[in-house]
């Protein structure tokens, strides 16, 4: 499909098929014990795939894995090679003469049970290497949001994507593999939940500024299965070659999960706790959900705050496509529902309008929003009921920045313009331009058709953000997203 192509900007495929050969049993087993465990300076960057394509040593080694596998891609099947990577964070650790690129890996049918990360790392020597490295957590993963960051604790496997060494008669491989992980162990106080955060956590470039990261490094082991696959499709014959060891090669990482489908959890207690606490809110929820004030000429309103039991309630006029969220309210928002209601003279969105993101957009880069505890309602004439959360409050500034901060006054400032610009103004003029032909329509009265769409913008803006349907009484509540073969729906219960 075109637009597939299109959205190669956001998510580079990287589909890698070992030469026919079926490659499947992750045996995760990591051995219990730190072979050292110091604080070590190193330099941590987060960046975007554009920026980092500026830089030679990057250009050269992710070029040189894509070389090397360029006859063994991929375009089908569901081997553990066929992955695609998230181009819009990605994590440098860099020391003397070595560096590693972290990528999170996304996949069509994402599983609740582990994430992985794809690390490209090059030594003293230039020479670049590859891994998968599978995050499987025990228990579940606190998010660190003022350092962008998250607490796992559970076991982690490792699969070399490097061809060269690898026996491909041998029947069984047992990998085993030093693993470095920088690790933080002071998140200190956030501002936008008032609360001191601890635990030891992957260290981002936050941490380095402060001087808290440290090593911590772990033989990581991991068995694999290879089967020779015969010229008529034949068994052929095959040797055992298990326990060995690549010894001298070094790993060094800081694991990335945004989100995913380990934070869905997350996202759901968001809104639970907040009609939980806010039940003035929930009915005023539930009473713009009638079908009296769905058959108005007008959107109406109503925004709840933080430490406040006032509620700013607004309805428009007749005519009137939009209602009003306030830009600088004396609290921050925790919560917000507006109507898109039709009659017989006035259409109307089933989804959020692309209006509606800048408008949230704005509140937070103003600093009126608690990304961590916001939700946002909908309902509309057309039957739709839907709640969006922010998972990861930089990706949804940076995808609107453009519209925030639209004269930069540096370096920095324009370059982040730029990327807005590049990834969500294409985004627009396909989805909701009505200049051009979008694919989301106010006059659409097919629902399903529609959130489709609106599930394929946010997974191709990539900004950050959870899409929920709920049920006529905002009481039960489904994560919604898109992949190839259509809306995939979790239940938060």
């Not at 034949?234 to 999960?257: H, K, L, P, R, Y």
């Not at 089933?350 to 929003?369: I, R």
């Not at 294409?426 to 599930?455: G, H, R, W």
């Amino acid at each position: 499909m075109k637009t597939r192509k299109k959205r190669i900007k956001n998510y580079l495929k990287f589909g890698v098929f070992l030469f026919g050969i079926s490659l499947l049993l992750w045996n995760c087993e990591q051995e219990d014990y730190d072979i050292q465990n110091q604080i070590t300076k190193y330099s941590i960057k987060e960046s975007s795939f554009i920026n980092f394509s500026k830089k030679k040593i990057f250009t050269l080694s992710f070029n040189k894995i894509l070389k090397n596998k360029k006859d063994l891609f991929s375009k089908n099947g569901d081997d553990i090679y066929n992955f695609t990577i998230d181009s819009s964070s990605i994590r440098e650790i860099s020391k003397n003469n070595y560096t590693s690129y972290t990528f999170l890996i996304k996949r069509e049918n994402d599983t609740s049970d582990f994430f992985e990360n794809l690390v490209i790392s090059i030594n003293s020597l230039q020479n670049t290497k590859a891994y998968i490295l599978k995050y499987t957590p025990t228990v579940e993963t606190i998010y660190i949001e003022n350092h962008n960051s998250f607490i796992f604790n559970g076991n982690v496997s490792i699969l070399p994507i490097e061809s060269d060494s690898i026996n491909f008669l041998s029947r069984e491989i047992t990998t085993c593999l030093p693993v470095t992980s920088r690790l933080c162990d002071v998140a200190g106080y956030d501002p936008s939940t008032g609360v001191t955060q601890t635990g030891t956590h992957q260290a981002s470039s936050t941490c380095e500024h402060d001087g808290t990261a440290y090593n911590s490094t772990k033989m990581v082991c991991t068995t694999e299965t290879f089967f020779e696959a015969g010229d008529s499709g034949g068994g052929g014959t095959t040797t055992d070659n298990t326990n060995q060891t690549t010894e001298n090669e070094e790993i060094v990482t800081s694991a990335i999960d945004d989100l995913g489908e380990l934070g869905v959890k997350k996202e759901c207690r968001k809104i639970s706790t907040l009609l939980n606490d806010n039940p003035i809110f929930k009915q005023k929820l539930l009473d713009l959900s009638s079908n009296t004030n769905l058959s108005l000429g007008y959107e109406k309103s109503v925004g709840a705050f933080e430490n406040s039991t006032n509620l700013d309630e607004h309805g428009g006029q007749v005519g009137q496509s939009s209602t009003r969220m306030l830009l600088d309210p004396t609290n921050k928002y925790v919560a917000y529902v507006h109507t898109h209601p039709q009659n017989n003279t006035t259409q109307t969105y089933s989804v959020f309008s692309f209006t509606d993101l800048k408008a949230y957009a704005k509140v937070l880069y103003n600093n009126k929003l608690n990304s961590n505890t916001f939700v946002a309602f909908l309902v509309t004439k057309k039957g739709t009921r839907y709640a969006l959360t922010i998972h990861n409050k930089t990706k949804f500034l940076n995808a609107f920045y453009m519209y925030n901060n639209r004269y930069p006054s540096n370096v920095e400032e324009f370059v982040k313009y730029q990327e807005s610009k590049k990834i969500i103004e294409p985004l627009f003029n396909e989805y909701f331009n009505k200049e051009l032909t979008p694919k989301i329509k106010e006059i659409d009265s097919n629902n399903e058709n529609v959130l489709l769409q609106f599930a394929t913008f946010m997974k191709s803006a990539n900004a950050g953000i959870s899409l929920f349907e709920a049920d006529a009484t905002f009481s039960s509540f489904k994560r919604v997203t898109a992949n190839s073969l259509g809306i995939k729906r979790k239940p938060c219960n």
